[in-house]
């Protein structure tokens, strides 16, 4: 998990790279094609026993995952990669607090607490100059949110469902790709001259992304949801933006100044510590319904 956290987080420099040479929806399908690919041969002959629940989930959480990644690919052109990585990360803190909202989940009040440190930390780092927001900066809070509630909707969505995680990611994964490409075929002249035009570096990129940010990355998830616990997988996927911030400032040389650090730090640590103590908050329930 610590190496998805550190392929992700090199994610945002690959994308924003990448956004200089292909449009977004081409660069999804691309990426996500080769992704989908990898994981579907890898699971072929589970296929005969897929579920139409599975196909529902994988569908409905693939349009919310283009959502995000669509989002977060155009956000990171207009803002630097070090901000989108920590502003994604604001999505831990919104994931209990959208699911009290709607679900009426149990939440510990020091989440609340922790939701408006994150806050003080997003000011610090998006504020340039006074007031002034990048528009990126927006983009990738819009992106943080619907990850969020995509967590939450997954979490109800198949709870006590008998499904397959891995045919439904595969699924997921096609249907970002579907989008990219449907999105494509708006431009076919100008997607097919970039697409033509990328040099051998660009695709080189592209095969990282799809074969290790997205298939690597998914199915190592999912490996990890089984054999840990999604605690110490929240946890250690909340370094991604530490990483982020590595990555953005030795390729790109971005320049992260005093106020950006702290407000990237106070993010990091409220994503850490309100997943720990959200864990910790839910435990006695947890350890109540394993007895009954």
């Known amino acids: 998990m610590l190496a998805v956290a550190v392929v992700w987080g090199s994610t945002y420099v690959a994308m924003q790279w990448v956004g200089h040479y292909v449009s977004v929806p081409a660069f999804l399908f691309l990426r996500f094609a080769l992704g989908a690919l990898c994981i579907t041969l890898m699971s072929l002959r589970t296929w005969r026993s897929a579920s139409r629940t599975e196909w529902k989930i994988g569908v409905l959480f693939g349009v919310l995952l283009f959502g995000i990644l669509f989002l977060e690919t155009l956000g990171v052109r207009y803002t630097l990669a070090s901000n989108a990585g920590f502003l994604i990360a604001l999505s831990v803190m919104l994931v209990p607090i959208i699911e009290r909202v709607f679900l009426k989940g149990r939440v510990a009040r020091s989440i609340y607490l922790l939701a408006l440190l994150s806050l003080a930390g997003c000011a610090l780092l998006t504020f340039q100059q006074g007031l002034s927001v990048r528009s990126g900066d927006l983009i990738i809070l819009a992106a943080a949110l619907i990850r969020a509630s995509q967590i939450v909707l997954f979490a109800s969505r198949a709870k006590g469902e008998d499904v397959s995680l891995l045919r439904i990611t595969a699924i997921e994964l096609w249907v970002v790709a ?70 953005a400032v030795v390729l790109l040389g971005e320049h992260l100044g005093p ?28 350890s109540l319904e394993d007895m009954s």
Request: proline share 4%; net charge positive; hydrophobic share 55%.
């Open 178 to 247: 579907a989008g990219g490409l449907l999105l494509s075929l708006a431009q076919p002249v100008e997607t097919l001259h970039d697409i033509g035009q990328l040099s051998v570096g660009a695709w080189l990129v592209i095969l990282y992304l799809g074969v290790l940010g997205t298939a690597f990355a998914f199915l190592v998830q999912l490996h990890a949801a089984r054999a840990s616990s999604p605690t110490r997988v929240g946890l250690v996927l909340s370094t991604e933006p530490f990483f982020a911030a590595v990555f």
């Open 259 to 286: 106020a950006q650090l702290v407000g990237g730090g106070i993010i990091l640590f409220a994503a850490l510590v309100g997943r720990w103590l959200d864990a910790r908050h839910r435990e006695p329930k947890a």
